[in-house]
């Protein structure tokens, strides 16, 4: 069996933060681990162990170049194949990845990375986590199994924490094991301690940070937190300094002695650095008190049986239905019997009237009567107001357009210049020129 590219260079994807180096096999040692640590089914599934330890920061990178074995060279001869690579993990049997496990792949053609710190919640529970490579060129895919180990630290967890927030990285140059070691190395060479770990990192935009604006190579941010067994230093100490207070209150820059030494190369907020003594820290787990707001223990449930008896809605309808239907009909024969039994007529309202106020109610509706008859003979003479009173032309005073005998009442309120007798024609200007009949 020919093994992959990766076996005869070690294993240089899994680094735990512990060294700055990869993790390397003699040849001495090459076959025990072939049948103790990796188990090669084939070309395209295959297993790998990892053994992080809980509480130290754990990284895995996604080698785009060792899945490129994976898909088919198609591309011409000559040619370098740099295919678009994309990486999906999830804990298998399930649809996303552990709490304590975060992945990033910033493009396409950028490898990916596994990080975080593991729990010791985990420990001795193997965690096999799937990776899945797509190529999106030829939409082929090939799948590898992750088993980690969590194995349980000696001195978990360090007594003496403390987070910086570095403001010129991403998160994937930070996992990068030269980036990461250096900076280790300039915290050790501040705090001076014996032992020291990164124990995790997380990136600004994971604790509410804003995306950077694409200008001046801003960059996202990130968290950094070391653990040691020694106590902080007086460096350290300066930014808990009332005076470095009251700068990071107006969002001034503290004055520390030892910032030079991370300047070079790491830009730390001081104002957000964060110190953590777990050995002063007091257990705050109490035991529950049953009392208000714990329901007691009601016993075994008994669900209910499945013979149930017959129910008679019979009842029930009648009550639903019945009983409206009733009081409706009670009421609409109330309102029919006002309505037309209990009406008087015109007959017995005379009967009940006075015999002088019917003769009057009569003779007004006879006068009423003659005056319309008489409103539809009457002559009225046309308004002056809509009459001209002299010629346009001739200034000579117009008589009326119709006589005293006339009947206006069917007559328009307005006419149309072509119905008025007395409108005069204005001539109108010929063009001057030759007319031909």
Not at 69 to 86: A, C, L, R, V, W
Not at 120 to 148: D, M, Q, S
Not at 157 to 179: C, D, G, R, T
Not at 198 to 226: C, F, H, Q, W
């Amino acid at each position: 069996m020919q093994l992959p590219r990766w076996w005869e260079l070690g294993d240089p994807c899994a680094w735990t933060g512990q060294g700055r180096g990869t993790r390397k096999m003699s040849p001495a040692t090459t076959g025990t681990f072939l049948l103790t640590v990796y188990t090669i089914f084939s070309k395209v599934h295959s297993d790998r162990n990892v053994y992080p330890s809980a509480g130290v920061l754990f990284v895995h990178v996604l080698e785009r170049e060792y899945f490129k074995g994976e898909f088919p060279p198609y591309p011409k001869p000559g040619e370098i194949s740099n295919d678009p690579i994309t990486f999906n993990t999830n804990l298998m049997g399930y649809p996303d990845r552990p709490g304590w496990l975060r992945y990033i792949q910033r493009t396409p053609y950028s490898d990916g990375v596994l990080y975080g710190s593991p729990t010791a919640e985990n420990v001795g529970k193997p965690t096999v986590i799937e990776i899945t490579a797509y190529n999106r060129r030829t939409f082929e895919t090939a799948r590898h199994n992750l088993i980690i180990n969590i194995m349980s630290a000696e001195d978990f967890p360090l007594p003496y924490q403390a987070e910086f927030f570095i403001k010129n990285m991403n998160v994937e140059e930070m996992l990068a094991s030269e980036v990461l070691g250096d900076f280790l190395g300039a915290v050790k060479n501040v705090w001076q301690p014996e032992r020291l770990n990164a124990i995790n990192i997380t990136s600004a935009l994971d604790r509410g940070g804003r995306v950077p604006l694409p200008i001046n190579d801003m960059k996202e941010g990130v968290y950094v937190m070391v653990g040691a067994d020694v106590p902080f230093s007086s460096c350290l100490r300066e930014v808990e300094n009332p005076q470095n207070q009251l700068r990071c209150s107006q969002e001034m820059e503290p004055v520390i002695t030892c910032d030079k030494k991370f300047r070079t190369q790491f830009y730390i907020d001081w104002c957000k650095i964060s110190l953590v003594d777990k050995t002063k820290q007091v257990s705050t787990y109490q035991e529950v008190i049953r009392g208000e707001g714990i329901l007691p223990d009601g016993g075994e449930y008994k669900p209910p049986s499945d013979s149930l008896k017959s129910r008679d809605y019979y009842t029930d309808f009648l009550i639903t239905l019945a009983v409206p239907s009733a009081v409706a009909l009670v009421l609409f024969l109330i309102l029919a019997y006002i309505m037309c039994c209990r009406r008087e007529g015109v007959e017995k309202r005379n009967m009940q009237t006075p015999d002088i106020q019917l003769v009057h109610h009569s003779a007004i509706q006879k006068s009423t009567k003659e005056l319309r008859d008489m409103s539809k003979n009457r002559e009225i003479a046309w308004p002056l107001s809509t009459l001209p009173v002299f010629h346009p032309v001739t200034g000579e005073i117009i008589p009326p357009l119709h006589t005293d005998s006339y009947d206006s009442t069917n007559m328009p309120l307005m006419q149309t210049q072509q119905n008025l007798p007395h409108q005069t024609q204005i001539p109108q200007q010929q063009s001057t020129g030759k007319w031909y009949p």
